[in-house]
């Protein structure tokens, strides 16, 4: 079993109503296969290495917004994503990260939507993914 698979056996599945996954070795990520709900959507066009390793969870209630992130732990992620998020008018209020084994970060945020944030937490997830990807 491979630690992400393991680290979300451990955390099982309860904050995922909107997600976006990668495939996993040995899981289909072609088109044939639908997602299991209308609120999950698998993520099937890779724009980068790191893209593969990533898993991107966003929940939205009123004003607030957690997001989940598992990926691997690279220096600059923390960076990237902190300023992601304030550029698309989100005040962070928590930020835990914690390494997880010898190469996975887990990252859990609270945030507070601003007046000025307008997107869905598909656009954010996919935004968010999107920045990590940059070089």
Known sequence: MEPVEQFDEALGDSMTPQSEKTP??????????????????????QTCEEAATVKLDAIAEGKN??????????????TKIVTEIEKLHLTIGSFNSLPFGNNLLAITISAQMDDEFYMTTTDLLTNLRRCMCEK
Do not use: M, T, W
């Not at 996993?24 to 959507?41: H, I, K, N, V």
């Not at 917004?65 to 923390?78: A, M, P, S, T």
């Open 24 to 45: 996993r070795e040995g899981e289909r990520g072609d088109d044939s296969q639908e997602p299991s709900s209308p609120s999950s959507a698998v993520f099937r066009h």
């Open 65 to 78: 917004v957690l997001i989940r992130i598992e990926c691997v732990n690279q220096k600059g992620y923390i």
